[in-house]
């Protein structure tokens, strides 16, 4: 079955890089995606990178694939005070998404 | 376009009342989810419409909880009787697209 983990907390500083990480297990995902919640808000669909792909850049995101260790990574860069928020890795399942943990990145003003 | 709405936003009730929640996904999509996220969890799946039909229902604890999407837009979700663990936020999501999900910003319940 799918399991998806990521680490539970980021703190970095304004105008610095965030990296949050994630490993999967469902070496069959055809796409892996990036959300991002708010306080008090649902998640909103930041980025996906195909399968097939190991790399997808999309202004200050950058999506990291290594499908060999089952590891996903999302690159923010110039971390702004509004990118504060809990960041989901989710992969593909047999029908619908299936979403880790969460992992909370604060910045630092 | 408008978004997805839900409502209530928050609801208290005791354990083994029963409660109810309400989501209008976005119009033209086919596909609505509705999804629990625990306190400090990731969301997990409930229920998974088609229109109208269900896709997956697998974890959907259905000695409690109930779903209907009538018309293939509109969509409940009850939960009778509530335990104290279904205290979670409830999010319900529409896609025109697998996996590009459009999400509510849920409703909160407290179960005491």
């Known amino acids: 079955g799918e399991d998806v983990e990521q680490s539970l907390f980021l703190s970095v500083r304004e105008g610095d890089s965030s990296v949050i990480n994630c490993t999967y297990t469902?070496?069959?995902?055809?796409?892996l995606y990036w959300y991002k919640q708010e306080p008090g808000a649902g998640l909103q669909l930041l980025t996906y990178i195909f399968s097939n792909m190991d790399m997808k850049q999309d202004q200050r995101l950058t999506v990291l694939l290594n499908k060999k260790d089952k590891h996903l990574s999302l690159r923010i860069a110039d971390t702004q005070t509004g990118d504060s928020a809990i960041y989901f890795c989710?992969?593909?399942?047999?029908?619908?998404?299936?979403f880790g943990t969460g992992t909370r990145l604060t910045v630092i003003p | 376009e408008a978004g997805v709405a839900q409502s209530p936003r928050y609801k208290i009730i005791e354990k083994r009342q029963s409660v109810a929640f309400w989501c209008n996904p976005i119009s033209g999509h086919a596909t609505l989810y509705w999804y629990q996220q625990i306190l400090g969890q990731g969301p997990k799946l409930l229920i998974q419409f088609q229109n109208n039909g269900v896709v997956d229902d697998s974890q959907l604890p259905k000695d409690r909880f109930s779903a209907e999407r009538l018309k293939g837009v509109d969509s409940t979700l009850k939960i009778q009787p509530a335990k104290l663990e279904d205290s979670a936020v409830y999010l319900c999501?529409?896609?025109?697209?697998?996996?590009?999900?459009?999400f509510g910003e849920g409703s909160r319940l407290t179960v005491l």
């Open positions: 999501a529409s896609s025109l697209v697998p996996g590009e999900l459009f």
């Open positions: 469902d070496s069959s995902s055809t796409y």
């Open positions: 989710a992969e593909t399942g047999a029908n619908n998404l299936f």
